[in-house]
């Protein structure tokens, strides 16, 4: 994945024509910048809906109803996580804060604790690449695990908060498989 500047992302898309391996798309996709949490983005990269039953899984590269795949499908987004020391432009208002995640981040929204402190539980299995910066993992019991660029978290439903405690942003790549709850 290469990053172009100005937080814009390249995404190049290969399928089929005519019996043959093509492009079939290559743009640039820009990160959106949440207006009340300063620093915080998010990317949609691609998203995949398991179908019923002999149905062909539905693809999706724009942004999609929801920010939690159906059992087998997939999303994957990327998200720069900005430092704890840069404080929201509306802490004030924590209503809209919640309302543009709700925007932005419909079902996945929803999973995060009322009580402000970023935890929650998806019904998805996570495979999640910290490309740059660095980051920590709380767990349930409190546990912080301490990730570096490069490192690779492997989450499997269970119930997480991500913190940035360093003087800089960090960025990951989400790969989220939707389970069965």
Not at 30 to 43: D, S
Not at 113 to 131: F, Q, Y
Not at 148 to 158: F, N, W, Y
Request: some cysteine; proline content about 8%.
């Amino acid at each position: 994945m290469t990053m172009i500047a100005g937080k814009e992302y390249r995404r190049v898309v290969t399928g089929h024509r005519q019996g043959k391996s093509v492009v079939l798309s290559d743009m640039g996709l820009p990160a959106y910048r949440f207006r009340n949490v300063p620093g915080f983005e998010q990317t949609y990269v691609w998203a995949t809906y398991g179908g019923a039953e002999g149905e062909p899984a539905r693809t999706d590269a724009q942004m999609p109803g929801s920010a939690l795949p159906s059992p087998g499908g997939l999303l994957v987004q990327i998200v720069t996580f900005p430092p704890r020391s840069l404080p929201s432009k509306n802490a004030a208002d924590p209503a809209a804060i919640a309302q543009e995640y709700q925007a932005r981040l419909p079902g996945l929204a929803d999973t995060f604790e009322h009580d402000g402190s970023g935890m929650h539980v998806t019904p998805t299995i996570d495979c999640a690449l910290l490309l740059d910066g660095a980051l920590s993992l709380e767990l349930d019991d409190g546990e912080m695990v301490h990730l570096s660029a490069g490192d690779i978290v492997v989450q499997q439903g269970t119930r997480h908060g991500w913190r940035n405690t360093s003087q800089e942003p960090a960025t990951v790549v989400f790969f989220m498989l939707g389970a069965d709850p």
